[in-house]
């Protein structure tokens, strides 16, 4: 299934939005238009209020805008219902079934239909449902009901496609010469350790923690069954060892929504790959890139078809690995590397959810290219259940790297990029067996930053995610203050594990 926005080099965005909830839907009176907006009349009133620094919310759209919107993407048409804040129900109480049932009822009276597994789509866990419609109508009868937080028009991906096309999606499977001077080599057998490990004290702080008994939760593109070192026959490798690596699929690769044939657990992008790569690659005798934590378990969910979540089945594949991590007790970490411009409800519900569970989660602040820089934070790492993270250089002022971004709610630094761009990106483990490449931005700086989170927890197994965070808070440059665009600043992974 081809984007039909085409973004970032490692994670679009255009914009920072509100950690705030905003559930009073606007504009509700309005006659019933003959016709819908036109994909182009949506696409300018949402990009004007981007350009304006205004968090679009589809909450404060019109009955119309919204109902244009649902017309245009697949007819689908995303119910939170519930009361404000609850987001999710592992036991749904009596009240809750009352509400939805007398959601659907309202449906099914103006759409003339019976619920059917191409009409309605429940979810589990968190309380959302999908619903196909199609009058003006029903929206404007939705506005007015009760029970519902909030109403989305996830099918639509339209956004951008004429007006943005600069960058790509981050997916990138082409294996490149690394530079000896961009890593440095250890056992075994001349393993390979990315110039900017130095730079936060990693190589440093395994001699107190590799991360064993830790397990990192990814939720990206997937990991390439390709590539030997990220899978269960190459994982455990030089001085990696008793550990494992999970792979898993919640992403469909269909047109049709109600779809339930999953594409499978393997990377076809690249992103997820890296990501990988970065957080968990084993410490090999192959000569290859090693991982932050190269003793952690990985549990990696293909979720995504890039890392821009403008696709109905990514938005579902995303809500979906956010709460199957939060039920296995072993995952400590989750690490997302992907991201949109605007909060999605059913990933903002499933956040939630996941954080209910102890979850420490870290999100990128946003990789984009220089014509998007003057934009914020990108969701989901605008929420206060996610840890946000971006790259700067290693220049004596901090500073951005060329394509990530900053802002008031970014939490850590990561360093991706030499002053004056004289480094390259970290080197990772490529798509294929025996290739590397280079790969950076908020992506990779929040790869990094999760495993220093499991260097850190794998010394302390018993502590909660609060502790762990608090570690990592006490090790960056700028603690106990925070820099207004930048959060804590850069972590001493040393400092931190001991």
């Known amino acids: 299934m081809k984007k039909t926005l085409v973004s970032l080099l490692c994670l679009l965005v255009l914009f920072s939005c509100s950690k705030d909830e905003n559930n009073d839907f606007k504009e509700v009176n309005q006659q019933d238009p003959s016709n819908p907006l036109t994909i182009e009349e949506i696409n300018a009133k949402i990009e004007a209020q981007l350009n304006a620094g205004k968090t679009f919310d589809w909450s404060n759209e019109s009955n119309h805008m919204l109902w244009s919107a649902v017309y245009h993407g697949n007819k689908i048409l995303t119910i939170g219902y519930g009361e404000i804040g609850e987001s999710f129900s592992e036991i749904r109480t009596s009240k809750l079934e009352t509400t939805k049932d007398g959601i659907l009822q309202t449906i099914e009276a103006s759409e003339n239909y019976e619920r059917s597994k191409e009409t309605v789509l429940e979810h589990d866990i968190i309380n959302v449902m999908d619903v196909k419609i199609e009058n003006y109508k029903t929206i404007e009868k939705l506005r007015k009901t009760k029970g519902i937080r909030y109403l989305e028009p996830n099918g639509y991906n339209h956004f951008g496609e004429k007006t943005v096309q600069k960058s790509s999606s981050g997916c990138d499977k082409m294996g490149v010469g690394i530079n000896a001077a961009h890593y440095t080599t250890i056992a075994p057998n001349n393993a390979q350790v990315s110039w900017h490990f130095a730079e936060h004290n990693i190589p440093q702080a395994w001699n107190h923690s590799t991360g064993s008994g830790i397990t990192i939760g990814l939720i990206d593109t997937g990991v390439s069954q390709s590539q030997t070192l990220l899978n269960s026959s190459g994982i455990n490798d030089g001085y990696s ?4 690596v999970q792979k898993y699929g919640t992403f469909i690769d269909s047109n049709w929504w109600w779809s339930n044939n999953y594409d499978g657990p393997h990377d076809k992008c690249g992103h997820g790959t890296a990501m990988a790569s970065t957080m968990a690659a084993p410490r090999n005798d192959n000569g290859m890139p090693v991982g932050v934590a190269y ?16 696709d109905y089945h990514e938005r579902k594949g995303v809500s979906q ?9 072993d995952v400590k970490i ?10 999605i409800g059913n990933i903002k519900d499933a956040v939630k959810y996941a954080h209910s569970k102890g979850k420490l989660i870290f999100a990128a602040g946003g990789t984009s290219t220089s014509f998007t820089n003057g934009y914020g934070v990108i969701f989901p790492a605008t929420m206060g259940e996610t840890v946000a993270v971006t790259g700067v250089n290693d220049g004596s002022n901090y500073e951005r790297c060329d394509v990530c971004h900053s802002g008031s709610k970014i939490d850590f630094t990561i360093i991706m990029e030499g002053e004056n761009n004289t480094s390259k990106h970290p080197p990772v483990l490529n798509f294929y067996n025996g290739q590397r490449r280079y790969s950076g931005g908020s992506s990779v700086a929040t790869a990094t930053t999760a495993g220093i989170a499991a260097l850190v927890w794998a010394k302390h197994p018993s502590w909660s995610r609060t502790q762990v965070l608090n570690k990592l808070k006490q090790s960056a440059e700028f603690y106990p203050n925070r820099n207004s665009s930048f959060g804590y600043g850069n972590i001493d992974a040393l400092q931190a594990v001991q």
């Open 321 to 329: 690995a956010l709460t199957q991590l939060g039920n296995r007790s």
């Open 295 to 310: 003793n952690a378990n990985l549990v990696a969910y293909r979720a995504t078809e890039d890392v821009l979540l403008n």
């Open 241 to 244: 060892n008793g550990r494992f």
């Open 334 to 343: 989750i690490s997302m590397s992907i991201g949109y411009l605007w909060s």
